[in-house]
């Protein structure tokens, strides 16, 4: 391939890019209309000189003058006078009593901050953490955080609209069929806690079973014939032992009638 010829700028020795200018002629051909002289302020890849301004000695930023200079410049005030160097201010310390931490936002602590923003509180001075949080943030619980404050049983609960505080979790252990009657009471529990903690909902007294509704359009069966739901947000109530018998035998004596 045979070498490019040099810019056409007299005095420029740069090889030829577009149109016969080097990039850099071109360049100022596409700004300003002309190449202008074939010297060029500054070198590629070099330190920039002092300010153009007379008695400046602060690196040159833009037109030839520093970055003080150029915004005065742009700004339409004159051009001497003092530059003044800022030193950016400390921030406050964080506004949470006993935290040393800089403030960053709302006048919490970046920690705190992101506490009051998923929580809605910013929480004690002493944040356990991974990252930002090391343990769930419920009351009694020393597992390990997963989202929100939370581990990963109480962010579930929390999530659902449950209480947090009603009990502590307890893992489950992986059910070979997920989709098994016992699986399914299973999660039940993990996830609204046993029924005994609510009342019955049709008497209002202490609740003792997890009571299926019978209004899933496509029920499953037990092996012993008996259905249920893996919709566990939707078709179950708390029910105490008597409403749940009454229940079950309402609708027993309805599917016979019709049937």
């Known amino acids: 391939m045979p070498n490019p010829s040099p810019c056409s700028v007299d005095g420029c020795d740069r090889p030829s890019q577009v149109k016969g200018w080097c990039r850099g002629h071109h360049q100022r051909v596409m700004r300003n209309g002309t190449p202008g002289p074939a010297a060029f302020r500054r070198a590629p890849n070099s ?3 002092p300010c153009a301004f007379d008695g400046c ?8 003058w520093c970055a003080a200079h150029y915004q005065r410049w742009y700004d339409g005030r004159p051009m001497d006078g003092p530059i003044a160097h800022y030193v950016k201010a400390t921030p406050p310390p964080c506004k949470i009593d006993g935290c040393d931490d800089v403030s960053d936002s709302r006048g919490w602590c970046r920690r705190h901050y992101l506490r009051w923003w998923r929580l809605g509180d910013p929480g004690p001075a ?3 953490r991974i990252g930002l949080i090391e343990t769930c943030t419920a009351d009694g619980c020393d597992k390990q955080h997963r989202t929100k404050g939370y581990c990963d049983t109480h962010y579930r609960r929390w999530k659902r609209g449950v209480p947090v505080e009603s009990k502590t979790f307890k893992a489950l252990p992986k059910p070979s069929d997920p989709n ?6 299973a999660r ?3 996830t609204w806690g046993p029924a005994s903690d609510y009342a019955c909902s049709t008497c209002g007294e202490d609740a003792r079973h997890w009571a299926y509704q019978h209004n899933d359009p496509h029920p499953l069966r037990a092996p012993n014939g008996m259905p249920y739901s ?5 078709c179950y109530e708390a ?3 008597p409403c749940h018998g009454k229940f079950d035998r309402d609708l027993d004596m ?3 009638i019709f049937n």
Do not use: Q
């Open 47 to 49: 330190a920039p000189g």
């Open 57 to 64: 000695d602060l690196p040159s930023h833009s037109r030839g």
């Open 126 to 128: 002493e944040l356990r």
């Open 180 to 185: 098994s009657y016992a699986a399914v009471h």
């Open 188 to 190: 039940l529990r993990a």
């Open 230 to 234: 893996t919709d566990i947000f939707g």
């Open 239 to 241: 029910m105490c032992g």
């Open 254 to 256: 309805r599917e016979a």
